[in-house]
């Protein structure tokens, strides 16, 4: 245990995966024994991605990524257990899209005057090349940003699993950059209402209201009971000061009741 009572994962060099870079900044990352390890970057983003799977924990979504807070080689973090299987790949949108035309999906959506057309776009496109609809899979993942402030949501974390038999979507993953973790981008002493109006939501419109409404009702449900416990009793047992973050986490259930709640 480190002082700060997460554990201490001692990963040897051999497992290092790489740097991994995203719009918003990079994390080294490890792999072993089925688990990925991510270094947090410049902020708090392995706490959280332990906050957004524990809200996870309480909603009606069964498929999503589990993150457990820990220390990696002495640096925070967090790890999480690989959700593909043997003979297994996981296709990002980016990915797709670059293999199928060759070109950025990212540059092809922004050339749609609005979110409502880079949609349809791109479940458009997913559908004509995998066999997949995916506008559930991305009402949750765009409420859920909407719940969390996740402005990092790009096509890069937008993914499918492959597999011999076709494709299937993937779990909820990457929550990295939710509640303003991004310290280089969002520092502790900006105050919050600064760090709303800075915020960028991804990847179909600025406004995180905007594109997640765009695919109709949302489908996550959470037990607002279970969040006391689960999370914010999870939080106030922490040695470090939480009391900021709670206190946002409790202002977004309560603005996005009529959402989320059941």
Known sequence: M???GMIDYTIDNDYFVGS?????????KYYKDGYWYKQNFNGTEGQSEAVCSRLLSCSNVTDYVYY??????????CRSKSFTKEGE???????????????????RVSSFDTPKERIEF???FVEHYTGVDCKSYLN???YFDMLTLDVDRHFHNLSFIQTADGFREAPMFDFGASFFSLKHVFPDKMPLEEKFKKMTPQPFSRDFEEQAHLLGECEIKIDYEKVQSLV?????????KSDD????????MERYRVNFAM
């Open 2 to 4: 480190g002082e700060s």
């Open 20 to 28: 991994q870079y995203g719009s918003l900044g990079m994390t080294n």
């Open 68 to 77: 457990e807070e820990c220390l990696i080689n002495g640096v925070p973090g």
């Open 89 to 107: 790949t996981v296709v990002t949108f980016h990915r797709l899209y670059k293999m199928i035309t060759g070109g950025e999906l990212k540059n």
């Open 122 to 124: 791109v479940i458009d």
């Open 140 to 142: 949750r993942m765009l």
């Open 232 to 240: 914010f009793d999870f939080l106030r047992e922490r040695k470090d």
């Open 245 to 252: 973050l709670c206190k946002l986490i409790a202002g977004q």
